[in-house]
């Protein structure tokens, strides 16, 4: 991490803390590389009280500077102004398609995302990712959301290895036993949106399909594959070179 701050001509990191346990992890490793050049941020959109609980524990038990933005009003207006512009588009003789929970839960990690750097950028800091093995493998993360970072300390983690970091890190115990989740709504957790559990998806990364059950393998298999460009930059379209 401290390469990647020297590499980019920058002072620090932010981090985002959202009261789970990796944020909590790249956070305290972002302290243990950069000193006090770091800054956690909290940002709730309509998020539930305990997570930003969570955050500040974590922040006080590693004796971390904090900033929080409350995005609530923030993502209500862009909504309600999308919303509107999509129903004067139907009026006008167009479809205003209705929104999906994901599509409208998606705009709050994006929201985040600019928040990040938008304080980044104040204090020439990079932002850290908090992302692990076992999300990126199946694109478990928001493209231009969570997943638009500089830095992803725990990339070459699964959850389990995140799990014992924490420990091993002194993170606070409520936050390495609570589900998961993303928190993109009202009980929403990581395995009960990807439809299996953290143990299967890491003995399908270590041992392959056959280690899981056929119905859990094909999912992983297709998840992985749909998410492919959530891994990659976006294409670039290049001519044909004639003769």
């Known amino acids: 991490m401290r390469a990647q701050v020297e590499e980019a001509g920058a002072k620090g990191v932010v981090v985002g803390l959202s009261g789970g346990v990796d944020s909590a992890v790249v ?20 998020s539930d009280p305990q997570d930003e609980q969570d955050a500040r524990l974590a922040a006080e038990r590693f ?10 009003a923030t993502y209500d207006t862009l909504v309600s102004t999308v919303d509107q512009a999509l129903e004067n588009r139907a009026g006008n003789g167009g ?14 990690p994006r929201l985040r995302m600019a928040t990040l750097y938008a304080i980044a950028n104040r204090y020439n800091y990079i932002v850290a990712g908090t992302g692990n093995r ?16 500089d830095v992803l300390p725990l990339g070459a ?8 970091l924490a420990r091993d890190l002194g993170v606070p115990k409520g936050i390495i036993d609570k589900a998961p989740s993303a928190g993109l709504w009202s009980g929403q957790t990581d395995e009960g949106e990807m439809g299996f559990s953290y143990g299967d998806l890491e003995r399908y990364l270590h041992d392959g399909p056959a280690s899981v059950d056929p119905v859990v393998a094909e999912k992983i298999g297709r998840l992985s594959r749909t998410s492919e460009h959530k891994r990659q930059l976006a294409p670039v379209f290049e001519p044909e070179q004639t003769a």
């Open 134 to 149: 076992s999300e990126l493998a199946i694109g478990y993360f928001t493209k231009y959301g969570d997943g638009g970072v």
């Open 27 to 46: 956070a305290r490793v972002a302290q243990m590389a950069m000193g006090d050049a770091v800054l956690a941020v909290i940002m709730p959109a309509h």
């Open 157 to 164: 983690l699964v959850k389990s290895d995140v799990w014992t």
């Open 63 to 72: 004796k971390l500077p904090v900033v929080a933005v409350d995005l609530s």
């Open 95 to 108: 479809s205003a398609a209705p929104v999906p929970r994901l599509a409208q839960a998606n705009i709050k």
